[in-house]
Antibody
Framework: EVQLVESGGGLVQPGRSLKLSCAAS????????MHWIRQAPTKGLEWVAS????????YYRDSVKGRFTISRDNAKSTLYLQMDSLRSEDTATYYC??????????WGQGTLVTVSS | DIQMTQSPSFLSASVGDRVTINCKAS??????LNWYQQKLGEAPKLLIY???SLQTGIPSRFSGSGSGTDFTLTISSLQPEDVATYFC??????????FGAGTKLELK
């Protein structure tokens, strides 16, 4: 059974940093692209960042470029999102998702990030 | 960027009704469209991939159609457990995915 479990969310002040993790199991993690998707309160879903299976290629939406860093540890089957210089508009539930099978076939339950003073 | 316009944003229907939800892409995305169901407090669940292929384990009352720019999700006979928010996703431009805004489906 595919499982994705996010952690690391919480309340953080504007300008500070937070690192999210996503522990994967039930598939060969190192073979598939991984993604972070977010959903602000009462808003729609928004793609944030993606990483290739090897970790050699990364992609970001414009609003997080230079502030967020996606990475992965294939030995630990874990995906990360380092979020720096956080803004109030980054407040959202962050989901990790995998391309195992099909694009964004499986998602985690999400972790809530609240950026507020 | 490819924009996805989803309609309606809210839908109220009775048990047994046929329900349709639409997504329109701002440019040709071939059949690179998925449909998801999200229940309150749960992770999104893939229902349909590549426009019309039913994900394993999903009831056959769910179906998808369309190609190019216009797509439809159909629930042939609405069940109480289908109350959820549904959204589409285009994956033509990997990995710059874009989502529809969602349709909240409730029972009448």
């Amino acid at each position: 059974e595919v499982q994705l479990v996010e952690s690391g969310g919480g309340l953080v002040q504007p300008g500070r940093s937070l690192k999210l993790s996503c522990a994967a199991s039930g598939f060969t993690f190192s073979n598939y692209g991984m993604h972070w998707i977010r959903q602000a309160p009462t808003k729609g879903l928004e793609w944030v960042a993606s990483i290739s299976p090897s970790g050699g290629s990364t992609y970001y939406r414009d609003s997080v470029k230079g502030r967020f860093t996606i990475s992965r540890d294939n030995a630990k089957s874990t995906l990360y999102l380092q979020m720096d210089s956080l803004r109030s508009e980054d407040t959202a539930t962050y989901y990790c998702a995998t391309d195992f099978g099909y694009p964004l076939a499986y998602w985690g339950q999400g972790t809530l990030v609240t950026v507020s003073s | 960027d490819i924009q996805m316009t989803q309609s309606p944003s809210f839908l109220s229907a009775s048990v047994g009704d046929r329900v349709t939800i639409n997504c329109k892409a701002s440019q040709n995305i071939n059949r690179y469209l998925n449909w998801y169901q999200q229940k309150l407090g749960e992770a999104p669940k893939l229902l349909i991939y590549n426009a019309n292929s039913l994900q394993t384990g999903i009831p056959s009352r769910f179906s998808g159609s369309g190609s190019g720019t216009d797509f439809t999700l159909t629930i042939s006979s609405l069940q109480p457990e289908d109350v959820a928010t549904y959204f589409c996703l285009q994956h033509n431009s990997w990995p710059m995915y874009t989502f529809g805004a969602g349709t909240k489906l409730e029972l009448k």
